[in-house]
């Protein structure tokens, strides 16, 4: 496993791909700062996947084949699209994994909202992208990272 921020994980790439996971349930509970309320975690938890994303860009921005995949509860259609991910139809293993990991999931999803929050599985997606999409939208990726960060230390975002 290799982190490329404190909440963004990789494995090891095999056979053109790259697997992409949040952090454990370790890394939310000393990660995540106790006092921010869960609207502020959340951008946090996001702020971070961002931040390991741009760092697997400028690792891999070389082999723009590299596909790279991951499951979510957290990152909405939306904004995965946005970054330059597509949905895909979650593998029955993955669902598997998830159902095993059901008590871990609700800690670090509770941890996340600041408030016991059960995960809906159901609401959970995979998304593929490569790193050549993952190039194009850099410039956005950046901003929103950004934009998340500036929010979280309560600095404007027009300022240096």
Do not use: C, W
């Not at 790279?68 to 330059?84: D, H, L, P, V």
């Amino acid at each position: 496993m290799i982190y490329h921020s404190p909440l963004f994980i990789t494995e090891k790439p095999k056979d053109g791909l790259i697997k992409i996971h949040g952090g454990t349930l370790f890394d939310y509970y000393f990660v995540i700062e106790k006092k921010m309320n869960g609207k502020q975690r959340t951008d946090f938890i996001i702020q971070q996947y961002l931040d390991g994303l741009l760092h697997l860009i400028e690792k891999y921005k070389n082999d723009k084949k590299m596909k790279i995949r991951g499951t979510s509860y957290i990152i909405n259609k939306r904004t995965a699209e946005k970054i330059g991910f597509e949905i895909v139809e979650t593998d029955i293993l993955q669902k598997i994994i998830l159902i095993y990991n059901y008590f871990n999931i609700l800690i670090s999803n509770s941890i996340a909202k600041n408030k016991l929050s059960f995960p809906k599985l159901n609401k959970t997606q995979t998304f593929v992208t490569d790193v050549s999409l993952l190039l194009e939208q850099k410039e956005y990726i950046e901003k929103l990272n950004k934009s998340l960060k500036s929010t979280r230390t309560g600095a404007k975002s027009n300022r240096i």
